[in-house]
């Protein structure tokens, strides 16, 4: 059909639009405005019972090549003989215009002796316009090339004035604006757009009518919005861009947010302005090319570029570098990475890939990027640009308004809110690698989860005492978090077989394995002893056994230091040393006895927290509980158990100690802290309002014969004089040393403490 035709057509059925109302039926349907239909043009087709809206579609020239025909049902329909085109409105000015300055003897005229050429001073040949050849918008002159727009067949076209430059151009068949022009997929986006108070271009399809774009739109800032239909929406886009791209000035694609299929619908649903639109532009738009042509050759060119495209989440990477080593974010945490296979995915990823070449002439050529060894190790050692990590997880990579991590306790489906649980309320966050953390609970966090078999157990164990099952589920809590706050070590002990076992295994299930670690008192003390340590919640010493002195000492010095919270240096197998690391692993110990561990100076007993396992099932065992307990924590049956216990403990702010625990504190201390004991059995401390003239000293000398002969009867080693000293003062810090007089000689003493009277007869034989 010609194209005259189409014209007139549609003017029939433009027509049949007698009142506004019939365009407000088609308006309100589709949430645009009357104006802006009305603005694409609008027709009616009156076919019997069958009637239809008629919308042109043009090609890039303005010109009506084909009618879309909307009927009520939703279907569309094409007029036979269409074409598919554009959706656009049409400058006003532009069918008025539409002749003026076409080549042709009746638009312009040769210059004369009266009227020369603006541009070359001559009078042969060149050509002004017919009406206003005095004062001319555009010159066609045949001599000077120089700053001209373009050459015509009749010479070269020199534009005077903006308004001369209206040749079949966008700036002529479009409305003028000095915003980006919108080009989006249909004609509902085409008028939502518009809504918008932009400019806007229609294609009739996700990829159509892409060779009409460039004609109607070369040289204009355009924004290429795509729709959110499986693909095919997005594969549009990136069409269009790639058409639009050489030839415009500056051309950004995006698409709606994710929870919008199109930008119709993203107006209607949240009140969209023009402002906001251009915000989500600005932060969403992309406005690169290919994503096979590299900027350049250049490492921390492709890098930036690798990290960007394979490695980001939420604006952050998810290939990160902490302490030497490279760590990636999946599945809501931390953990380590593949080194081969980090290689080999930017192996995968520069396959291939060009990059733009200058020659000697400055000609510019693509050519295919080889990967080398040497060169992606150059890549990989640029990334630390963007991913070095210097301080201990968990801390927040950026700053989103979220709690403390130390008060976050990661699942599968999200990142509770600790402070919130206290209060009784259930808030979660959802999972993002702005927290670095290596921790997450294996499985979804379910508030009704309850597991009656390790209620039974519990209770079996520990004879029903409330006491003791509260402080289990204290800890089994406080190990959920990454907090050393309480600065507490637990230790399981009682008899064989009596369950500490299943205890610790079971706690193991519940934080999954990457959250724990098995250890003995031996591998602590060994050069690589705190490495395993690194990014786990808790470590497990099950069945252990102390060992010789001098490697508990040793043992016990790294224990404390780890749950004081106090800085360590860590040696790791083949990666550089650590000089100082926070670790936030809670220590479990399961023994049969108490651990005869030599601690003078008691800093072990205040830090302890004991659970008593009294009943023994040798001989009656049940063989199958363990693995039964280990599946119920692995499925989330027992995080309520602990994370009341957690509530219970930052309501209480401390660790509750049972009956049975006070009285194994106190053989400890005996145990491993003799000059406690022996202040308890042969000393006696200064009462607070003592008088000056009443205060307690004791001669050191004294007191190191009595501890001496109070060592033989415990069958202890008293060791030396200053030895002892030091000891005496770290469990009895009241005491305090000075120097008396008596008569002719000095001795040194002890003030605020005395011996007991009968110590004087029983280890001195002396009379007080």
């Known amino acids: 059909m010609a194209k005259q035709n189409f014209t007139e057509l549609f003017n029939i059925f433009s027509a049949n639009i007698l009142n506004e109302p019939i365009v407000k039926l088609l308006a309100d349907e589709l949430g645009v405005s009357v104006n ?16 239809a809206f008629v919308i042109p579609e043009r090609d890039g020239q303005g010109n009506i090549i084909g009618l879309m025909q909307r009927f009520a049902d939703g279907k569309k329909l094409m007029v036979k003989g269409s074409k598919r085109g554009l959706i656009y409105e049409v400058n006003s000015k532009f069918l008025k215009d539409e002749e003026k300055y076409v080549p042709g003897k009746h638009n312009w005229e040769r210059v004369s002796q009266a009227v020369p050429c603006p541009i070359c001073g001559k009078a042969d040949g060149c050509l002004v316009p017919a009406g206003n050849p005095t004062d001319p918008k555009a010159v066609v002159c045949v001599h000077i090339s120089e700053g001209s727009l373009k050459p015509l067949e009749l010479g070269f076209l020199h534009i005077l004035k903006p308004e001369g430059k209206i040749s079949s151009s966008s700036q002529r068949i479009l409305p003028s604006t000095n915003k980006p022009i919108i080009v989006v997929e249909g004609h509902s986006d085409t008028a939502a757009a518009m809504d918008l108070g932009f400019v806007a271009v229609g294609r009739p399809s996700a990829e159509g009518g892409q060779s009409l774009l460039p004609t109607l739109l070369r ?40 929870q919008f299929k199109d930008l119709r619908q993203w107006k209607n649903q949240v009140s969209l302005t023009e402002t906001s639109f251009l915000e989500w532009v600005q932060e969403s738009g992309d406005t690169g090319g290919d994503p096979n042509i590299l900027e350049d050759d250049v490492a921390h060119t492709i890098a930036k570029t690798w990290l960007e495209r394979e490695r980001s989440q939420d604006g952050l990477p998810t290939i990160r570098c902490y302490k030497s080593q490279w760590i990636q974010y999946g ?29 000697t002439k400055g000609g510019i050529s693509l050519v295919s990027y080889k990967p080398t060894r040497a060169k992606v190790s150059d890549i990989i050692d640029a990334l630390s640009d963007w991913c070095t990590i210097e301080l201990d997880p968990p801390i927040w990579l950026k700053d989103l308004g979220f709690p403390d991590p130390a008060n976050l306790v990661a699942f599968r489906n999200g990142l509770l809110d600790v402070n919130e649980y206290v209060q009784g309320r259930i808030k979660f966050y959802n999972p993002t690698p702005a927290l670095f953390s290596f921790n997450i609970l294996p499985y979804d966090f379910d508030e009704d989860a309850h597991s009656e078999l390790w209620e039974q157990f519990y209770k079996e164990i520990f004879n029903n005492d409330k006491d003791q099952i509260r402080l289990l589920s204290q800890w089994f809590g406080y190990n959920c978090v990454p907090d050393m706050s ?42 690589f002893g705190y490495q395993p340590l690194m990014g786990k919640l808790a470590v497990l010493l099950g069945d252990a056994k102390v060992p010789r002195q001098k490697e508990a000492e040793a043992a016990l010095e790294k224990i404390l230091q780890v749950v004081g919270g106090d800085p360590v240096g860590i040696r790791r197998m083949y990666l550089p040393y650590l000089s100082q690391v926070y670790l936030q692993a809670r220590f479990t110990i399961a023994m049969n006895d108490l651990p005869n561990i030599p601690d003078q100076a008691n800093a072990l007993e205040p830090k302890l927290n004991i659970l008593y396992f009294q009943n023994s099932y040798v001989g009656r065992e049940d063989f199958t509980l363990k693995s039964r307990l280990q599946k119920e924590a692995k499925e989330g049956k027992l995080i309520n158990f602990a994370l009341q216990g957690l509530r219970d403990l930052r309501q209480s702010g401390g660790f509750i100690i049972p009956g049975p625990a006070r009285m194994l504190l106190k053989q400890l201390k005996e145990l491993t802290t003799p000059v406690s004991a022996f202040i308890i059995d042969c000393c006696e401390l200064e009462p607070p309002d003592t008088l000056p003239e009443d205060e307690y000293h004791v001669l050191i000398d004294h007191l190191y ?28 810090p009241t005491a305090a040393p000075a120097r008396i007089r008596i008569k002719e000689r000095r001795y040194r003493i002890y003030r605020k403490v005395r011996l007991a009277d009968w110590v004087f007869k029983e280890y001195l034989g002396v009379q007080k």
């Open 486 to 527: 309480y600065e507490k070590l637990m230790l399981c002990t009682g008899r064989p077989r009596s369950g500490k076992g299943t205890v610790l295994n079971t706690l193991a299930a519940m934080l999954g394995n990457k959250q724990c670690v098995s250890t003995s008192f031996q591998t602590l003390c060994t050069e």
């Open 36 to 51: 802006s239909l009305s603005k694409l043009g609008l027709g009616y087709h009156l076919m019997g019972y069958s009637h």
């Open 219 to 258: 040289g204009q800032e355009v924004i290429v919005v795509g729709d959110n239909d499986a693909g095919a929406g997005k594969r549009g886009m990136e069409s269009v861009f790639q058409t639009l791209s050489p030839i415009c000035k500056r051309v950004t694609k995006v698409l709606p947010p994710a």
């Open 331 to 359: 599945n809501g945490h931390y953990s380590d990475c593949d080194r081969e296979g980090f290689r080999g995915g930017v192996y995968h990823f520069l396959e291939g890939k060009l990059y733009p070449k200058t020659d």
């Open 705 to 732: 014969e009595v501890w001496t002969r109070w060592c033989i009867e415990q069958g202890s080693k008293p060791g030396v004089k200053n030895q002892f000293g030091r000891w005496f003062l770290a469990a009895c």
